[in-house]
């Protein structure tokens, strides 16, 4: 079956032609500056680029240009609209034990509801479901949520200690976010290391300009460090992770900040950013570290140290760890940065291969020593393969 992956934001769209049975990639694209001035689609077959610039004021002009490019004598992937089979969509909150399914109106109503709690993502993500309802009437379009793999969360770990009221009323609680990334590592790992998902605890380690650290018992997921929002748990590149939420109230109080702008301090000015004053990209940090640079150190060391707390408490938390798995830029790139967080674990049964792990950049592997209890892997994610196979499970039930 072919799948159309798209992931749509509010001024761009990205989408993915997938075959699922082989898992091979067909061809890609991205359109940026939809509603702006400038539109343009960038198509991408066989390595070669075709750029298309024509006004789209809307997504549903974005989506009929994707279809355009898809079916194009010359670029296209494809003969006809017609071997497309069902459209994936990337929707970031689907609220409590929300499992992906297909589109109709109710759950559109559902994903309008959990608005609230991603202000940004839903209403794109509707967008562009929207746009393929109008353009490609019939297509089957499924939602692949990314707080889904976290629905198997028990309450213990999803309730936050403030009065029960809030979890009623409100629906204040972890929801945990991406579940796409985690799930897809979860499931190429067992596969790597020849097991069945049901009976494997594993450790995913997603780490990108926003990081979550995930444990799975008996191939479903137990708990996670993102919350109701994506700015708990670690250290990121600009968002503050887990702080005393008191150093909120503190600092309204005392500098007069609006709730917004408070929001913008913890979800953009915070993290390596804020702790160094310098980036949030781990490649000037690492640069800027070895160069001597205290507060670039101090940041790699804090994004490090809570890693490992986590890792930790996820350690404690499975009693048997077969697996750890790295995803994400920083995870799937940099070498320095895994052997930072699972340093001095030997006595734990943890013990990466520095001659495995040192240079690995971007591909699958087994970055453990032999001797090493839990296998410790680098998987490059793959969230679009994720949703289209998503898209193909939940047709197929
Ligand atoms: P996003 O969360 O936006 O999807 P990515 O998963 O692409 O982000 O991760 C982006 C981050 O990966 C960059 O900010 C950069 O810090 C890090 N990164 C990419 N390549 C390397 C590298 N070679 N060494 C260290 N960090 C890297």
């Given amino acids: 079956m072919k799948v159309l992956v798209i992931n749509s934001g509010s001024s761009s ?3 993915q032609l997938l075959d699922v049975d082989t898992r091979v990639l067909i061809g890609k694209g991205l359109v940026e ?3 702006l001035e400038g539109s343009k689609l960038t198509h991408t077959k066989d390595g070669e680029k075709t750029i298309i610039e024509k006004p789209m004021p809307s997504h549903i002009e974005a989506v009929e240009y994707v279809f355009d490019a898809l079916t194009d004598e ?3 992937l494809v003969k006809s609209i017609d071997e497309v089979d069902a459209i994936g969509h990337r929707i970031v909150h689907g609220g409590e034990n929300k499992e992906s399914q297909v589109i109709d109106n109710e759950l559109k109503e559902d994903i309008k509801k959990w608005t609230k709690f991603a202000p940004l993502h839903n209403p794109a993500g509707l967008l562009g479901v929207e746009a393929c309802e109008k353009i490609v009437p019939g297509k089957p379009n ?5 707080t889904a793999f976290f629905s198997s969360m028990p309450a213990k770990n999803y309730m936050y200690a403030l009065p029960y ?8 609680r972890r929801y945990g976010f991406h579940g796409t990334s985690h799930n897809y590592v979860t499931r190429h790992t067992a596969e790597l290391m020849g097991v069945d998902q049901k009976d494997l605890n594993i450790i995913t380690i997603h780490l990108g300009n926003g990081s979550s650290i995930a444990a799975t018992e008996n191939g479903v997921c137990i708990n996670t460090t993102l919350g109701l929002t994506p700015l708990e748990g670690l250290v990121m590149g600009t968002r503050s992770g887990d702080i005393d939420p008191a150093i909120v109230t503190f600092l309204m109080d005392n500098k007069g900040y609006t709730t917004s702008q408070m929001d913008d301090i913890l979800n953009k000015k915070s993290g390596v950013l804020g702790i160094s004053g310098l980036s949030s990209d781990f490649r000037d940090l690492e640069d800027a570290a070895d160069e001597g640079n205290e507060r670039a150190k101090l940041a790699l060391d804090m994004f490090v140290q809570r890693a490992r707390k986590y890792v930790g408490a996820y350690m404690i938390e499975l009693g048997r760890v077969d697996a750890i798995s790295f995803a994400g830029g920083i995870g799937e790139n940099s070498d320095i940065m895994r052997q930072r967080i699972l340093d001095n674990l030997e006595g734990f049964g943890i013990e990466i291969d520095d001659s495995k792990n040192n240079g ?3 591909k699958d592997a087994l970055i453990s020593t032999e001797g090493s209890k839990t296998k410790v892997y680098v998987v490059p994610t793959n969230e679009e393969l994720m949703i289209a196979l998503e898209t193909v499970e939940v047709l197929q039930k």
């Fill in 13 to 15: 769209l990205k989408y």
């Fill in 33 to 35: 500056r939809i509603g």
């Fill in 74 to 76: 010359n670029h296209g």
């Fill in 142 to 146: 499924v939602a692949v949520f990314d």
């Fill in 165 to 172: 009221e809030y979890y009623q009323e409100d629906g204040i």
């Fill in 360 to 362: 690995l950049r971007g």
